[in-house]
């Protein structure tokens, strides 16, 4: 089948794109405003980067531009969802450096990189991301980069704050410096100031831990500090943790019996003086002495029982880390919590700690919550994944525990839980009525025993966390805490409300008005701008929902999600026509994703049609033999059977 004819207007935009460089920058900004507009999705990257600073003077942006690139690029399927100009921007050239750097091949980049645009399109990205991936097995590249490449090693040093490290399992001995090198120097010379390493590498990270706090001392006393410790790691295997394991920060042993699989890794390549490096490979400052980096956010993706242990050991001096994230390759053991809590207390009582974001999973118990708390006092956000509820409370007991004076007030200001299996609600509850300054709180998986119900949790929010501002409750059943969720709405200043996958309407008899006495209560929000509802069944209910913009006091929300509610087309359209004829606020986003329209396009059509008028719609298709997968509460065998 032959391509449809482009329009006379398509035709001109893509001669402006092969032309730009004759015509000029001036002359392509010389346009009327529409046809600029018009133009920007057909620019290439290069062209975009050209002519955004002088667009962004005029307040014109770029945007939609590098969301076309990123399509393109058939890297993200939903390219749209980059909400603002810059990190839309930085994406793309994250990604175009990412794939030039390492010689990666897409069909983007054989269409749009050439051997003679290369050095340019990397040069641009350079200047641009803040974000450099480091993956191990291209030693070339880096070879290049501190060879061949300086400027770019340059730019790089001074834009990028986050590095993610991620090497294959063996690494020559010769190599091992190169890439120790290029850490070193953006790390200790650059702007670096978050980690990410996606390995199991107690070496490396010892390494990139060894001396980052305000440890004093010799670094030859540490190298030997950290070689001579192999040995004795090896023979007190299995003994039972004490706090004498990590009175040493920086210098307990890195090493254990899996060391043993670092391939070809050489334990003196770690110890390498960062100044050495350096010298090895020609980039010695004109001062002569290096400088040692700020490592404010670590996070490990694969947090073995070494590289803990490691990580343990440097903390109680890790005075300039902010933000600390790990994931373990399995659940965390008690005695393992236990461990980093005893280190967080240290490092608080030092009085310089400035941790103020967690997140750990997979704690084995919600009790140790209050634990990590308790550790580091001064803990703003926690985020965390609790699998088992133990401490031989009874499953059952889900009021709140008692007043206690002596029990401290929390900071916490964010608070993130994803539950899994049976919960017990106590040691949560506990934790919200310590936190008074709580103002955002999400919650996952919550399952109660048989003829157990949430309204414990509803009424702890709405006694002691009057502060909220976003509240996001999913996964959960809320049907039987209707007049809860009501009271809590009466008295809050709610600005962002989710409640997804909540069977709100499970349990109603008459569906619409319980609806309708939800959107009653959340009319009196005047600070509510963002809602949703989506995967709650809504259906031939969604109607009542346009009654939020009715009245004299209508709702301010400005964005509505009502996706996967298995909303069918003469639904919609009746939500549409009732819509029509209310004061939908100026900019309201209607979310109708994930919902049958293939069920009769010609009305979804018509319901999109009108609700354009009012709104603008986020709208993707879904075949409707899947619309129900997501609702079966079955057993994996059977949801597999009902699929098929």
Wanted: proline share 5%; charged share 20%; net charge neutral.
């Amino acid at each position: 089948m032959a391509a449809p004819e482009r329009s006379l207007t398509e035709r001109c935009l893509a001669a402006v794109r092969e032309h730009f460089s004759r015509l000029g920058s001036e002359a392509v900004l010389g346009l009327p405003v529409p046809i600029i507009k018009d133009l920007l999705p057909h620019l290439t990257i290069l062209q975009l980067d050209e002519v955004q600073p002088a667009l962004n003077l005029r307040g014109i942006s770029t945007r939609c531009g590098w969301v076309k690139v990123l399509q393109d690029m058939s890297i993200h399927k939903h390219a749209a969802s980059f909400q603002t100009e810059d990190e839309t921007k930085h994406e793309v050239m994250k990604l175009l450096f990412t794939f030039i750097f390492y010689g990666s091949r897409n069909h983007f980049i054989s269409r749009n990189v050439t051997d003679s645009n290369a050095a340019s399109l990397l040069l641009a990205a350079a200047k641009t991301i803040r974000h450099f991936v480091l993956i191990g097995r291209h030693h070339a590249a880096f070879q290049r980069l501190i060879s061949e490449q300086l400027p770019i090693l340059n730019l790089l040093e001074k834009n990028v704050c986050k590095v993610n490290v991620s090497l294959n399992k063996k690494l020559s001995k010769n190599r091992t410096p190169l890439v120790l090198c290029l850490l070193h120097r953006l790390l200790d010379h650059g702007a670096v100031s978050s980690l990410v390493l996606d390995m199991q590498r107690p070496l490396l990270l010892a390494w990139l831990l060894l001396r980052r706090g305000c440890q004093h001392g010799d670094l030859q006393e540490d190298r030997q500090q950290l070689l001579g410790s192999r040995s004795s790691s090896h023979s007190s295997r299995g003994s039972s943790w004490s706090p004498d394991d990590v009175l040493i920060p920086c210098k307990r042993s890195k090493m254990d019996s899996g060391l043993e699989e670092e391939g070809e890794w050489e334990e003196s390549d770690f110890t390498m003086d960062p100044q050495d490096l350096c010298r090895t490979f020609g980039l010695s400052p004109p001062s002569g002495a290096c400088s040692r980096g700020q490592i404010k956010s670590l996070e490990l993706r694969m947090c073995d029982p070494e590289s803990f242990r490691v990580l343990t050991s440097a903390l109680p001096t890790f005075f300039s880390l902010q933000s600390l994230t790990l994931h373990s390759t399995a659940l965390f053991q008690e005695k393992d919590v236990l461990t980093l809590a005893w280190a967080l207390k240290h490092l608080s009582a030092s009085g310089r700690s400035l941790i103020t974001h967690l997140n750990i999973s997979v704690l084995p118990n919600a009790g140790l919550m209050e634990v990590l708390l308790d550790a580091c006092p001064r803990l703003t956000s926690l985020q965390t994944e609790v699998h088992a509820i133990m401490w031989g409370l009874p499953i059952s007991s889900n009021s709140p525990p008692t007043a206690d004076s002596n029990v401290s007030e929390l900071p916490l200001e964010k608070l993130t839980v994803q539950f899994k299996l049976h919960t017990n609600l106590y040691f949560l509850l506990s934790v919200l009525r310590r936190s008074p300054r709580l103002g955002r709180l999400h919650l996952s998986g919550i399952r109660l025993p048989t003829g157990s119900a949430l309204s414990s949790l509803l009424n702890t929010l709405a006694e002691w966390n009057r502060r909220l501002k976003t509240l996001h409750l999913e996964d959960m059943k809320l049907s039987d805490c209707l007049p809860e969720l009501l009271h809590l709405l009466k008295d809050c200043e709610l600005e962002d409300l989710r409640l997804s996958d909540c069977r709100l309407l499970e349990s109603c008899v008459d569906k619409d008005g319980g609806l309708q006495q939800l959107v009653e209560a959340l009319k009196t929000l005047p600070s509510l701008h963002t809602l949703s509802l989506a995967q709650n069944r809504i259906a031939r209910s969604v109607w009542v929902l346009a009654e939020l913009f009715s009245g004299p006091a209508p709702s301010s929300v400005k964005r509505l999600d009502i996706s996967s509610n298995f909303i069918r087309p003469p639904e919609l359209l009746r939500f549409a026509k009732r819509l029509a004829g209310l004061a939908a606020p100026q900019g309201l986003v209607l979310d109708l994703r994930e919902n049958p329209a293939d069920r009769d396009p010609d009305t979804w059509t018509a319901a999109l049609q009108r609700l354009e008028l009012v709104a603008a719609l986020l709208v993707e298709g879904w075949k409707s033999t899947d619309t129900m997968v997501d609702h079966l509460q079955l057993h994996p065998a059977a949801r597999a059977a009902a699929v098929r």
